[in-house]
Nanobody, 121 residues
Framework: QLQACGGGLVQAGGSLRLSCAVS???????MGWFRQAPGKEREFVGA????????YYADSVQGRFTISRDNAKNTVYLQMSSLKPEDTAVYYC?????????????????WGQGTEVTVSS
């Protein structure tokens, strides 16, 4: 139901755009991006509300990452800029079937398979 792609290897300071295509209903729901680095817990990156595009970001990525959506394509994007080695992780998109935002991974209902991002120093 969720298909994430766009990961890869990039140098520090570079940019990368991830996308997540969603099948099924999305209007009124929230799409979140999370990441998990080796040996660490999954952490919230940001989220967007499908209906009006309201976005939320973790402090660690605020000002560097931008989430957007294309309603016609039912796709959400995570534009990552000024990447740092500490951004290296597997990135996941997830759907929360609620009109209320959350940064808690456990409250998201469906998950994509993850796409790996490696930032070299």
């Amino acid at each position: 139901q969720l298909q994430a792609c766009g990961g890869g290897l990039v140098q520090a300071g570079g940019s990368l755009r991830l996308s997540c295509a969603v099948s099924g209903r999305t209007f009124g729901y929230h799409m979140g991006w999370f990441r998990q680095a080796p040996g660490k817990e999954r952490e919230f990156v940001g989220a967007i509300k499908w209906s009006d595009g309201t976005t939320y970001y973790a402090d660690s990525v605020q000002g560097r990452f931008t989430i957007s959506r294309d309603n016609a394509k039912n796709t959400v994007y995570l534009q990552m800029s000024s990447l740092k080695p500490e951004d290296t992780a597997v990135y996941y998109c997830a759907l929360r079937r609620s009109t209320y935002y959350s940064s808690r991974a456990s409250l998201y209902d469906f998950w994509g398979q993850g796409t790996e991002v490696t930032v070299s120093s």
